[in-house]
């Protein structure tokens, strides 16, 4: 299985972007992933749509876009149009879920869904011959820096298992108190996109660090 790592940009230095941009190129980092909050999904605010648009034009790295926001449809072609490569929106969210994925699809960009660490596996079966991506939420989005939530390991395995029953190859992305020791235990229950914001950015060498989440992975 080929493995990814998305770094966080929510724990990134904001009034020094572009520095920390090009730390991410050089540090073998996979995609840049970009938290939106809208401050009624989830408990904050984070950025959103003329920040994408800058660090698009200042890098050409994959553009990992995780929307926690009310109503995702909305604005699939504007974060479309300022740089996303890929669109991942929740489907605990008020927005139709095939009517975003063919929206975001129209768009040409790729299509993922998430969960929250309350909803089951089970909702996302009915998604995976559509989708590009399914991102499990380790920890309640919202917040960076949080711990790791264990329980989510077996919807990890029980979506891998699914797609695999189905002869999909889907991706499946986990976010949320990624780190040295918990990245063994999702890639284990078929988890193959790692978020990581914390530990990568607080790590003395993020190149290190990054290799430290595929570890062992090529097997
Ligand atoms: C949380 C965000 C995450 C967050 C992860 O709602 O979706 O992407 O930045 O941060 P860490 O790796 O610090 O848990
Ligand atoms: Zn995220």
């Known amino acids: ?5 998305s770094a966080s940009v929510l724990s990134a230095d904001m009034l020094h972007l572009e520095q920390e941009i090009r730390k991410m190129e050089n540090s073998g980092i996979d995609m840049l992933h970009f938290d939106v909050m809208d401050g009624i999904f989830v408990n ?3 950025y959103g749509l003329p920040i994408l648009e800058s660090v698009n034009k200042c890098t050409d790295m994959f553009l990992d876009v995780h929307l926690m926001i009310t ?6 072609k504007r974060f479309a149009d300022c740089g996303a490569d890929n669109i991942t929106f929740h489907i605990e969210s008020e927005s139709d ?3 975003t994925i063919k929206a975001i699809k129209e768009c040409g ?5 998430s969960i929250k660490p309350a909803t089951p596996a089970e909702a996302v079966f009915e998604y995976l011959p559509y989708v590009d991506m399914v991102l499990v939420m380790t920890v309640e989005p919202g917040f960076g820096g949080q711990s790791f939530i264990y329980d989510t390991l077996d919807k990890i395995s029980s979506i891998r298992s699914k797609a695999n029953e189905l002869g999909l190859s889907v991706d499946i992305e986990v976010d949320g108190g ?4 918990t990245s063994p235990l999702v890639r284990r229950s078929g988890a193959n996109v790692l978020v990581s914001g914390s530990y990568l950015f607080k790590a003395e ?3 290190d660090a990054a290799n430290k989440l595929k570890e062992g992975s090529g097997d």
């Open 44 to 46: 904050n605010i984070s």
């Open 109 to 113: 960009v790729k299509a993922s869904v």
């Open 71 to 76: 109503d995702p449809l909305k604005y699939v």
């Open 178 to 181: 990624i780190n040295a020791e």
């Open 1 to 5: 299985m080929e493995y990814y790592v």
């Open 205 to 207: 060498d993020m190149s």
């Open 97 to 99: 879920v095939m009517e």
